[in-house]
């Protein structure tokens, strides 16, 4: 008999998002697929943004699903400087601009939790002390 290949860890993804998330987070998700099983399984209504752009029935997969270095700047910048909490939920995102973003990520805030559940990545991050002080970093 074969075996079945294990299902990714949306139900996972989701309670940990729901355990620790606060209600002014965001969620970027990289690619559009991730949009449906966070969808059924986050009870919370945390906004969320796609990257590189918003995602919609409408356009949904004909949407390009993989990031540039100019696809981080400006959808990030508002919430670098409201001092929001950001989360990434990755999956099948490797090689499709994944790194980019969790370097940007590193670069530009505090990485608060990294978490890898069976075919997602789940991380978040937080404002620097300094940015949110208006010191100098």
């Known amino acids: ?25 965001v969620i970027y998700l990289l690619h ?41 700047d400006a959808p990030l910048a508002a919430d670098r400087a409201s001092g929001r909490r950001v989360w990434a939920v990755l999956s099948h995102a490797d090689g499709r601009g994944d790194s980019l973003l969790l370097e940007y990520l590193d670069r530009h805030y505090r990485r608060v939790l990294r978490e890898d559940f069976y075919g997602v990545r789940l991380g978040l991050w937080e404002p620097h002390q300094a940015a949110l002080t208006g010191a100098a970093p």
């Open 1 to 25: 008999a074969a075996v079945a290949e294990p299902k990714e860890s949306w139900r996972a993804v989701a309670a940990r998002i729901n355990l620790l998330a606060r209600d002014d987070d």
């Open 32 to 72: 559009y697929a991730s949009a449906l099983p966070l969808d059924r399984y986050l009870a919370r209504p945390l906004e969320r943004r796609g990257l590189p752009a918003d995602f919609t029935w409408a356009r949904g997969f004909a949407t390009r699903y993989w990031l540039e270095p100019a696809d981080l």
